[in-house]
């Protein structure tokens, strides 16, 4: 299909802040977004769709979900990925999902004919928390087309309860076992002053979701996610599966610029604890292996243990008192080290600047001169780049 597009590149225009805070932050909370944005491109009014994609990109959002997007076209696609910054997206005619996180990855899982649904696996780089399947859905505005619509949906594998295995299961090939968030438009209102029809599909498929999922804003229920003049309602959800609803630690419904979208932004933020890293786990840095001031002074340490040592202390305590050294002195230096390294650097770049003002008139003596602070300055540089890179991998 034409109108299907899936980005996994890079886009030009550099990073935005959202992008440089998350890089920087390191860490295991992401904000999901939901929001019927009732056209992003709107060609007749370009200010108006930039302005409304500036607004969405400050709100510190990992992964957008928007509804009735309208890019049928790979030019529109090109202009909301370019306009994201984003380095990942799958667009279809009625749904689009950005990760706005250059740590977070998305991968297509499937996209229903009529485009309505995408599903995605979403990923951390780094394996800050289990990868997870997100459903993005926009449901039909006319009741009986929102019908049909629903009744696909119970149908699709993704959806059906698998009895065989377990009857709280809903399992799709590989992603039986993937948590699960399932946002969108739904079009239609929950609330409990609306009859239900008990055997429409509308009904069976809310009923799906308040059984095996959990409402991310059910504490906002008096809290209208439409607004059209005097008319509100909620029609727009975010449902995730119990393991990782628990997770969940803040959701809001935010009002958007009525020249936007009649939507409300839906944000659900979540905190994930990793496995492989988190407070209380320290790892030497290996480079120290090839740091003669470490080693001489962890061997002088290590000899006095031992040879202070009475001979009836177990090995087992020897051990741990030698393990309490490695990790003292590995420390002391290491903070010692970062503070000289920190230090050098600006002595080295003043002492560069001084070397370049004194030789202003022979500038080839200069860059002679110059070459061997530079040649330092690179090497801590370096150095420092390495430490870094260690800091964000979970093995060593």
Not at 232 to 257: L, R, V, W
Not at 285 to 292: I, K, L, M, S
Request: net charge positive.
């Amino acid at each position: 299909m034409n109108n299907i597009h899936y980005a996994n590149t890079n886009t030009p225009g550099g990073n935005s802040s959202n992008e440089l805070n998350n890089t920087k932050q390191k860490n295991s909370k992401i904000i999901v977004a939901s929001l019927n944005c009732r056209s992003l491109t709107k060609t007749s009014q370009p200010q108006v769709s930039n302005d409304f994609v500036r607004h969405l990109r400050t709100q510190n959002i990992d992964i957008l979900c928007l509804q009735e997007t309208y890019a049928s076209s790979p030019d529109t696609h090109f202009t909301l990925n370019r306009q994201f910054r984003s380095e990942q997206s799958i667009w279809t005619t009625h749904v689009g999902i950005v990760s706005l996180n250059p740590l977070i990855t998305i991968s297509p899982i499937f996209i229903t004919r009529d485009q309505r649904v995408v599903a995605c696996e979403i990923e951390h780089k780094q394996q800050l928390f289990d990868n997870f399947l997100l459903i993005n859905i926009y449901a039909p505005a006319q009741r009986p087309t929102r019908q049909l619509f629903f009744e696909y949906l119970l149908n699709l594998p993704i959806f059906r309860l698998d009895v065989s295995t377990n009857p709280d299961t809903i399992g799709i090939n590989n992603q039986d076992n993937m948590e699960k968030m399932i946002v969108g438009d739904f079009n239609y209102n929950s609330s409990p002053s609306t009859r239900p029809n008990l055997n429409s599909p509308q009904y069976n498929w809310k009923s799906l979701m308040d059984t095996h999922y959990v409402d991310c804003l059910a504490e906002h229920l008096s809290s209208p996610t439409f607004r059209r003049g005097t008319t509100c309602s909620s029609i727009d959800y975010f449902f995730a599966s119990q393991g990782i609803a628990t997770n969940k630690y803040n959701s809001s419904i935010n009002f958007i610029n009525p020249t936007w979208t009649d939507h409300a932004l839906i944000l659900v933020a979540f905190r994930f604890q990793s496995r492989n890293t988190g407070k209380g786990i320290w790892r030497v840095n290996p480079n120290f292996a090839r740091d003669p001031r470490f080693l001489d002074r962890l061997h002088n340490q290590i000899t006095k243990v031992c040879r202070t040592a009475p001979c009836s202390t177990p090995p087992h305590v020897l051990w741990e008192q030698i393990k309490k050294i490695t990790t003292d002195t590995a420390q002391k230096i290491g903070r010692r080290k970062a503070a000289w390294r920190k230090l050098q650097l600006e002595r080295l770049n003043i002492k560069r600047d001084k070397i370049f003002e004194k030789h202003a008139e022979n500038h080839l003596l200069a860059v002679q001169r110059a070459s061997i602070v530079e040649t330092h300055i690179a090497n801590l540089q370096q150095e420092i780049v390495d430490n870094d890179r260690l800091r964000a991998q979970h093995y060593w």
